[in-house]
T-cell receptor, first 106, second 114 residues
Framework: KNEVEQSPQNLTAQEGEFITINCSYSVGISALHWLQQHPGGGIVSLFMLSSGKKKHGRLIATINIQEKHSSLHITASHPRDSAVYICAVTQYQLIWGAGTKLIIKP | DAGITQSPRHKVTETGTPVTLRCHQTENHRYMYWYRQDPGHGLRLIHYSYGVKDTDKGEVSDGYSVSRSKTEDFLLTLESATSSQTSVYFC?????????????FGSGTRLTVV
């Protein structure tokens, strides 16, 4: 069993829909990261959190340390949000999830 | 992002030849990492460095070596490239590890071994 599990693996939605991507982990962590990888390949760090909730524009990330679970939400989704979203946790090094491929159709 | 650059961006090489990938940073960050990304595997750590001349192995280090003679440069060498090393390689930097400040990634190097 992977130490970091993401769901769903693939998600296709219509423009404007509310998107939720989930991440569960099984190890003790010091922080959890959400990253975005666009079709061009570049990786961008979106959030790093160790408790509670963070918001940046239309993106919201939450974490529940007791349940070892985090969610990434996208409000009013747009085709430019299409990308692979990766959850990673920091233990002694980064442990990566396999990613969620999101496609937003116009 | 000008803070970290990888070179080359693309390379095709023949099996058995040596290959060196370069990661250069201008942020003066202590930690540098080399990852490879393959379909179905996500990112996997090859080697990392926690200072000049201080390096350690990651989970997929076989067939790779690294060097860091200056804070700003972290080199990844494939001594004798094999087809299984065809991949996209990413360099990343961070101020601390485990990071409390996040990571910055390079744009990646697409390596094809034929």
């Amino acid at each position: 069993k992977n130490e970091v599990e993401q769901s769903p693996q693939n998600l296709t939605a219509q423009e404007g829909e509310f998107i939720t991507i989930n991440c569960s982990y099984s190890v003790g962590i010091s922080a959890l990261h959400w990253l975005q990888q666009h079709p061009g390949g570049g990786i961008v760090s979106l959030f790093m959190l160790s408790s509670g909730k963070k918001k940046h524009g239309r993106l919201i990330a939450t974490i529940n340390i007791q349940e070892k679970h985090s969610s990434l939400h996208i409000t009013a989704s747009h085709p430019r949000d299409s990308a692979v979203y990766i959850c990673a946790v920091t233990q002694y090094q980064l442990i990566w999830g396999a990613g969620t491929k999101l496609i937003i159709k116009p | 992002d000008a803070g970290i650059t990888q070179s080359p961006r693309h390379k095709v090489t023949e099996t058995g030849t040596p290959v060196t990938l370069r990661c250069h940073q201008t942020e003066n960050h202590r930690y540098m990492y080399w990852y490879r990304q393959d379909p179905g595997h996500g990112l996997r750590l090859i080697h990392y460095s926690y200072g000049v001349k201080d390096t350690d192995k990651g989970e997929v280090s076989d067939g790779y070596s690294v060097s860091r003679s200056k804070t700003e440069d972290f080199l990844l060498t494939l001594e004798s490239a094999t087809s299984s090393q065809t991949s996209v390689y990413f360099c990343a930097i961070s101020e601390q590890s485990p990071s409390e400040y996040g990571y910055t990634f390079g744009s990646g190097t697409r390596l094809t071994v034929v």
